[in-house]
């Protein structure tokens, strides 16, 4: 009853409560009735206030009445609720339908550097040929990666490489620089290893230079073979056949031209005959063909004496050759790139016209090359 003694048909209320829940036709409604009945300001919650004002007795009929009232309306809010979420999935589920014919959604794939790709054929050609792959620091010194190598402090040689030096000395007092060649770490492999020896250093070598077609950052390849009797024939028959599984082409010509560096005597330049087709360097054939030219390919030599001694072997028990080849060079050669710099500006529209599938891994058996990339440079 309320607070003036008008007595309450709470069946009534109840009724009428639950019959306005079931036409409740969204969740908006149902939370709106819920507000209506049992918020702060409800009709429910003002009748459940009334029981403060009631004597004991009064309470003890109408309380239970009033709690089974507020039940009743809270179990009938409750069960619509359900039933409207429940009808508002099954809606989605006959209206949602999953085809699993549709394709999967593309992934981003990255793909091989063209350096990369090179290295890995190099790796790949030269293993065939019992070398194995040295690496070493990039940060050197200058005794490994001048002195060592027949050039002196204040050997004008050293100037043919624009060094990038740091500032301070290391422990032993040596000068700290960014290594000009992959030569350091063959002085390390021999004094590591000894003799006999036959590796392959590739990596990143850095000069202060740059232009069209210098970078200050580049990589190189160099080879080193040391044993007893190794001469000339030796390299030549070496870099040939390297070249030709490289290029896949048997019509490798080279061509060895006397030339000068401080840690082979004697040096030979190699050059490679090639062909102008569709205006591109295509190497192949003799350079001495009517259309087509020599380029130079390499530079190497047989190990300079003082270069063994250096790496702790007895140039009168030990000969080697060595070679030294530009990897981003070859790479353009083979693989038909032209600018240089573009293999270092990291823009992925050029990785996505030149650059290999990380699956396509180069094997001699299946071709170092992959079909896919253009041919000539
Ligand atoms: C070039 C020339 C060359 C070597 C590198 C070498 C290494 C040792 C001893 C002797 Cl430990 N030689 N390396 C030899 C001749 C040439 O590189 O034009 N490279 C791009």
């Given at each position: 009853?309320?607070?003036?003694?008008t007595?309450?048909?709470?069946?009534e209320?109840?009724?009428?409560?639950?019959a306005?829940?079931?036409?409740?036709e969204s969740?908006?409604?149902?939370?709106?009735?819920?507000v209506?009945?049992?918020?702060?300001?409800?009709?429910?919650?003002?009748?459940?206030?009334?029981?403060?004002?009631?004597?004991?007795?009064?309470?003890?009929?109408?309380?239970?009445?009033?709690?089974?009232l507020?039940?009743?309306?809270?179990?009938?809010?409750?069960?619509?609720?359900?039933?409207?979420e429940?009808?508002?999935?099954?809606?989605?589920?006959?209206?949602?339908?999953?085809d699993?014919?549709?394709?999967?959604?593309?992934?981003?794939?990255?793909?091989?550097?063209?350096?990369?790709?090179?290295?890995?054929?190099?790796?790949?050609?030269?293993?065939?040929?019992?070398?194995?792959?040295?690496?070493?620091?990039?940060?050197?010194?200058?005794?490994?990666?001048?002195?060592?190598?027949?050039?002196?402090?204040?050997?004008?040689?050293?100037?043919?490489?624009?060094?990038?030096?740091?500032?301070?000395?290391?422990?032993?007092?040596?000068?700290?620089?960014?290594?000009?060649?992959?030569?350091?770490?063959?002085?390390?492999?021999?004094?590591?290893?000894?003799?006999?020896?036959?590796?392959?250093?590739?990596?990143?070598?850095?000069?202060?230079?740059s232009?069209?077609?210098?970078?200050?950052?580049?990589?190189?390849?160099?080879?080193?073979?040391?044993?007893?009797?190794?001469?000339l024939?030796?390299?030549?028959?070496?870099?040939?056949?390297?070249?030709?599984?490289?290029?896949?082409?048997?019509?490798?010509?080279?061509?060895?031209?006397?030339?000068?560096?401080?840690?082979?005597e004697?040096?030979?330049?190699?050059?490679?005959?090639?062909?102008?087709?569709?205006?591109?360097?295509?190497?192949g054939?003799?350079?001495?063909?009517?259309?087509?030219?020599?380029?130079?390919?390499?530079?190497?030599?047989?190990?300079?004496r003082?270069?063994?001694?250096?790496?702790?072997l007895?140039?009168?028990?030990?000969?080697?050759?060595?070679?030294?080849?530009?990897?981003?060079?070859?790479?353009?050669?083979?693989?038909?790139?032209?600018?240089?710099?573009?293999?270092?500006?990291?823009?992925?529209?050029?990785?996505?016209?030149?650059?290999?599938?990380?699956?396509?891994?180069?094997?001699?058996?299946?071709?170092?090359?992959?079909?896919?990339?253009?041919?000539?440079?």
């Amino acid at each position: 009853m309320l607070a003036d003694g008008t007595a309450v048909d709470y069946a009534e209320t109840a009724q009428e409560a639950l019959a306005r829940i079931a036409a409740a036709e969204s969740l908006d409604q149902v939370e709106a009735l819920r507000v209506a009945f049992l918020g702060k300001q409800g009709s429910i919650s003002a009748l459940l206030k009334t029981l403060g004002a009631m004597s004991p007795e009064q309470r003890q009929t109408e309380g239970p009445k009033i709690h089974s009232l507020r039940e009743a309306v809270t179990a009938g809010l409750g069960a619509r609720k359900s039933a409207l979420e429940q009808a508002a999935l099954e809606q989605r589920l006959a209206a949602e339908r999953l085809d699993l014919t549709l394709p999967a959604p593309e992934r981003p794939q990255g793909s091989v550097h063209p350096v990369s790709q090179v290295m890995d054929e190099l790796a790949e050609i030269f293993a065939d040929l019992g070398f194995a792959v040295a690496t070493g620091p990039e940060i050197e010194d200058d005794w490994h990666n001048f002195t060592a190598l027949n050039m002196p402090e204040s050997h004008p040689a050293r100037a043919m490489h624009d060094t990038f030096y740091f500032p301070e000395r290391n422990a032993e007092g040596r000068e700290m620089l960014l290594r000009t060649h992959t030569s350091p770490v063959q002085i390390r492999t021999m004094l590591a290893e000894g003799a006999p020896l036959r590796v392959i250093a590739p990596g990143r070598v850095y000069r202060s230079d740059s232009d069209a077609t210098h970078t200050p950052m580049f990589h190189q390849i160099e080879g080193l073979v040391i044993d007893k009797g190794i001469h000339l024939g030796h390299l030549k028959w070496t870099l040939e056949t390297f070249l030709k599984a490289f290029f896949e082409r048997d019509d490798i010509v080279l061509r060895l031209r006397p030339s000068y560096f401080p840690f082979t005597e004697p040096s030979v330049e190699v050059d490679t005959g090639f062909a102008f087709v569709d205006g591109r360097r295509v190497v192949g054939g003799s350079g001495d063909e009517p259309g087509h030219g020599w380029m130079e390919l390499l530079g190497s030599g047989m190990v300079n004496r003082r270069v063994l001694e250096a790496g702790g072997l007895d140039p009168d028990e030990w000969q080697g050759f060595a070679f030294g080849v530009g990897v981003d060079r070859l790479a353009m050669l083979k693989y038909g790139m032209n600018d240089l710099r573009a293999f270092f500006d990291g823009d992925v529209r050029w990785l996505d016209h030149y650059g290999f599938g990380a699956l396509d891994v180069p094997t001699l058996s299946s071709g170092v090359g992959t079909p896919n990339v253009g041919r000539g440079a």
